[in-house]
């Protein structure tokens, strides 16, 4: 079974990459199933897994609650229950077959499997285009805000990972391949990943 | 006119994947060529030339010479001096074709011709690995004495390289593709990593 795990800056193209590559390679792709199925199984709202898994449970407390821990749910589910819920969804979508996983530290929580382990990053200037070429209409973003957003949720994303790895995020030693999207198309690219990914594989 | 630059860590196979795209590519090849005609030019020593580029003027002193500047030549060639070779060379070089070009900070004095930047690295144990399988005979260093000697040639590297750049050496936002030679075959990645670049240079 091959995996490809896909990390990702905000507003890098990311998500791009792992949809495009699925579909060159042939393989499954996985990124917001996951979500579903964790609040499936455990009967909570999908926002709020995904707020608790991106960024960290108590990040996930809307501020105005002060802190207190009201907000956080009352029934017997814990942010531990969603974060083994995460471990054993990922664990069970991966071994279906080959496939392509965005996001949700799966490069960590499925190390066992050796994955091939992709980076995608670009420059701020370049991310902040992008998140702009993608907002909502009526969404009136300053550039100073979209670059505040994209270093917020990176540096959740971060503090997330390097809770549950010995090795830190957005370090180009945790993964086996670093892609820098500035300045390119990314389906242009997406055929030279593949190719490197199965050499990899073939290679291991 | 095409140029790659590979910017390595010590030990991590970057020289064997410069020369390997270069055959696959069929772009000229440019290492050791840019020292002989350095030291060429200037009328010295290819070592003490290569000692100044790679750690800087003042780490090349030997040490046994305390703090005076004795061992600076005392001609007029002086190290700005050797440091202006270095992109007179690195220039002309680049300028007769599409080429590839290890160390030598080419990725910024070249900037202007926005080269395609690459970066080798691997993790300690496979650097050491590496360094001691080639070893000459007789050579018996520890694994210890290998990793500070790796340490301390990428710390040179990286103080040369951010005397002249505004961005940090082996940081992944320096360059355009980042290749973890760990546990594989470089001989395997060279097809999709030359792949990558074309797609790069049709596509800028």
């Not at 949809?19 to 979500?35: M, N, P, S, T």
């Not at 749910?73 to 069970?92: G, L, M």
Request: with cysteine.
């Amino acid at each position: 079974m091959r995996i490809i795990t896909i990390s990702r800056e905000f507003g890098s193209g990311g998500r791009e990459v792992g949809k495009r590559l699925a579909d060159e390679l042939g393989f499954a792709y996985y990124d917001r199933e996951i979500i579903t199925e964790i609040a499936k199984n455990v009967k909570m709202d999908e926002e709020y897994i995904s707020h608790v898994l991106e960024k960290g449970v108590f990040n996930a407390i809307p501020l105005t609650f002060g802190h207190t821990f009201s907000y956080l749910p009352k029934s017997a589910v814990t942010a531990t229950d969603i974060y083994s819920q995460q471990q054993k969804v990922i664990t069970q979508l991966s071994s279906k077959g080959d496939c392509i996983i965005v996001g949700q530290n799966a490069d960590i929580l499925l190390r066992d499997r050796n994955p091939f382990k992709v980076f995608v990053y670009a420059d701020m200037k370049a991310k902040i285009d992008r998140c702009r070429s993608r907002q909502n209409p009526g969404e009136n973003m300053t550039d100073r805000e979209i670059e505040k957003m994209i270093k917020q949720i990176d540096r959740a994303r971060a503090t997330g990972y390097d809770m549950i790895s010995d090795t830190s995020w957005g370090d180009m030693k945790s993964y086996n391949l670093c892609v820098n999207t500035t300045g390119t198309e990314i389906k242009n690219l997406i055929a030279p990943i593949a190719q490197y990914a199965l050499s990899w594989f073939e290679n291991k």
